[in-house]
């Protein structure tokens, strides 16, 4: 068998998202890979969108890889770390599981030669947004093959761990936020008289351009908000809607509140 640079541990969601996007972008080759998951289901999928990323068992697979990423949701990583036969000596451990701490994590595999990292699902479409953190064992060219992988889908950032839930509540849980609001203009834009399907691609549109239009002028969103609300005008008065079923305090405490959950998990 050929040594593997990485071995995924869970290939759900997430893991399907993240080394999705990697493989697309061919900084990894799908034989420099190989997954561990007892998912029939998700070992089929695998198969179909990546043959060459082998199956192997958790043992046979961190023993053939130099580096580990752990995909599993946080209450499983004590378990994937105490399965007998498993030795993450001299191998770097990258965890994506939220709220598992640097020191969590490090006592759990032996060494703190291990990454942090919160990902988001557009890491599928190589438009992600990730911050991550490092153990002290970590090296300058782990940090730097890390962060390769994670600017090959997206923007990728080194924060201090003490930031990593505020990442979590916001950029990592915030696709779900983003949906629900394309959702709701979708809506509100049939409610007006909209077919479904238009109303969903300029929903959409007006999302993905305004994000591109602040990205791209440097611009304060307050600053382009007022640009379009004129006196008088329609969008001044959808506004005040907004604010007066207090949209703006909702999503900062949907943020805060993913952050605290974050905090909680590792507790």
Known sequence: MKPKRLALIGGGQMGRALLGGILTSSILEEDDVCLVDPCQATQQW?????????????????????????????????????VDGVDFTERLVVSIAAGVSLTRLA???GHERVIRVMPNTPSLVRQGASGFCCGKSVTQADRDWVQSLLNCVGLAVEVAESQMDAV???SGSGPAYVCLVIEALAD?????????SLAMKLATQTVLGTAKMIEETGRHPGELKDAVASPGGTTIAAIAELEKNAVRSGLIQAVIASANRSRQMDA
């Open 168 to 170: 979590t509540g916001l």
């Open 188 to 196: 509100g834009g049939v409610h007006a008289g909209l077919p479904r």
């Open 107 to 109: 006592s759990l595999v």
């Open 46 to 82: 695998w198969r179909e969108n990546h043959s060459e990323v082998e199956c192997l068992g958790l043992s046979d697979a961190i023993a053939a890889s130099q580096a580990i990423l752990i995909a599993v949701k946080p209450n499983q990583v004590s378990s994937v770390a105490s």
